[in-house]
């Protein structure tokens, strides 16, 4: 399994949807998981922090499934201003390897 | 505050030359780095530094240097440029280097090597 995996998609869902992606990882000892917001063409910037169980953060739901080894971002009551791409951020395994990036899933909210 | 800096911006270069990027923070981060981002593909680490005067080698470190005289700034080199090193450059920097920091990115060097 590689390190981190995303679905690439583009998801494309109405405003006002709900949404969800999936990010899995494979070092079963990560304590803890980011999802990190790139819009196009742009840096991209801490979205939340995920520890435990999860984090809620207004529209934002971020869950983690150890026994799965997968973290999830919801988002609910989609606006347009969603659209990115949205990276997965794990522990890597070494110091060259700090933290591994996903290669990010794309969402497009439409009118 | 400008956060994180970059430049330049975007840069065309010619196989075998020579460039250097430059990152500069203003928020007294101890840790900096820089990725490469392509298509398809999440950040890879090229180069890190855990403080001023330390390098230390990323994922993908082969055919890149890098410098960190000043605490603030953070120094990426291509000595021979090769078209596989077209790529969109980010810097970031960290308070710490535990990987539950944030980490700030720059607004991104693109590079095409021809």
């Known amino acids: 399994r590689k390190e981190v995996e995303q679905d690439p998609g583009p998801f494309n869902v109405p405003e006002g949807a709900t949404v969800a992606f999936n990010c899995t990882y494979s070092?079963?000892?990560?304590?803890?998981f980011f999802w990190y917001r790139q819009d196009c063409r742009k840096e991209p910037k801490l979205l939340m922090s995920?520890?435990?169980s999860g984090n809620e953060d207004g529209r934002f739901t971020a869950q983690l499934n150890r026994a799965s080894q997968y973290i999830s971002l919801l988002i609910r009551d989609s606006k347009l201003s969603d659209s990115a791409t949205y990276l997965c951020?794990?522990?890597?395994?070494?110091?060259?390897?700090?933290?591994?990036f996903g290669s990010g899933t794309r969402l497009s909210i439409r009118p | 505050n400008a956060g994180v800096t970059q430049t330049p911006k975007f840069r065309v270069l010619k196989t075998g030359q020579s460039m250097t990027l430059l990152c500069a923070q203003d928020?007294?981060?101890?840790?900096m780095y820089w990725y490469r981002q392509d298509p398809g593909m999440g950040l890879r680490l090229i180069h890190y530094?855990?403080?001023?005067?330390?390098?230390a080698k990323g994922e993908v470190p082969d055919g890149y240097n890098v410098s960190r005289l000043k605490k603030q700034n953070f120094l990426l080199g291509l000595e021979s440029a090769a078209p596989s090193q077209t790529s969109v450059y980010f810097c970031?920097?960290?308070?710490?280097?535990?990987?539950?920091?944030?980490?700030?990115f720059g607004p991104g060097t693109r590079l095409l090597v021809l």
């Open positions: 530094s855990v403080g001023e005067g330390t390098t």
């Open positions: 928020m007294n981060h101890e840790y």
């Open positions: 951020v794990v522990p890597g395994y070494s110091s060259a390897s700090k933290i591994i």
């Open positions: 070092n079963s000892a990560s304590q803890s």
């Open positions: 970031a920097s960290s308070y710490g280097g535990s990987y539950q920091e944030t980490q700030y």
């Open positions: 995920v520890y435990s």
